[in-house]
């Protein structure tokens, strides 16, 4: 069964500069979850979609912003890196339209900052 | 202040022995708990979930049970095997579906 697609799988960037981390949810899933997960820590949540529309915000700083795509892709842009900012950062799908909680994670892309 | 606590970070079990993961929560909100599974430098594979409004749910050898009203849940797996040493998280979602994970527990069966 196709599973969520995450690109790259690893980055590394410098301190101050962008990057953009991608998101292919399973075919039909109509929300897209980003999550962070720092050194030793569980994933923590930034923002999630539903229908291309925002849905929630967790701790998501400032300098990254999100979308999500008409064909249901998303995309995490992030600025101004900072050293902070080295993480696997996860993105999940799900299918809100059929009630369903499930969450189905991607490999995750592996950002370090330099 | 963590929502999900997971108190146990490691665990070793024999196979074929029973292994008992258990999760505690504080947000009376959560209506909604899952078991997480993740190997290194992959992705948390979705195990079993339970409704707040069930305290037993059974898929194969894994069943997870929850306590309301203590506000504890775990994740029994029946026998337990080599293939199954993970960590293992314990998640939890309220009406805004985000997940609020615990700090995971280091699963290691023994052969």
């Known amino acids: 069964a196709a599973g969520v697609i995450q690109s790259p799988r690893h980055l590394i960037k410098e301190k101050r500069e962008t990057a953009t981390l991608k998101c292919y949810p399973i075919?039909?899933?109509?929300?897209v979850y980003w999550y962070q997960q720092g050194p030793g820590q569980d994933p923590q949540f930034l923002i999630s979609f539903y229908e291309k529309m925002q849905s929630d915000k967790g701790s998501i700083p400032d300098r990254f912003s999100a979308q999500q795509f008409s064909d249901y892709h998303s995309e995490l842009n992030m600025s101004s890196l900072e050293l902070g900012d080295s993480a696997l950062y996860f993105c999940?799908?799900?299918?809100?339209?059929?009630?369903?909680?499930?969450?189905?994670f991607g490999p995750g892309t592996r950002l370090t900052v330099t | 202040d963590q929502q999900v606590k997971q108190n146990s970070p490691s665990l070793s079990v024999q196979e074929g022995r029973i292994s008992i993961l258990n999760c505690d929560y504080t947000n009376s909100m959560f209506d909604y708990f899952l078991w997480y599974k993740k190997y290194p430098a992959e992705g948390p594979t979705f195990l079993i979930s339970i409704s707040s409004i069930k305290d037993k749910n059974e898929d194969g050898r894994f069943t997870v049970f929850l306590n309301k009203s203590a506000k504890h849940l775990s994740l029994h797996i029946v026998p337990s095997q080599p293939g199954d040493s993970a960590v293992y998280f314990c998640?939890?979602?309220?009406?805004?579906?985000?997940?609020?994970f615990g700090s995971g527990t280091q699963l290691t069966v023994l052969p």
């Open positions: 998640a939890s979602s309220g009406s805004a579906r985000q997940l609020t």
């Open positions: 999940a799908s799900s299918l809100r339209g059929d009630f369903s909680y499930e969450q189905y």
């Open positions: 075919p039909r899933h109509d929300t």
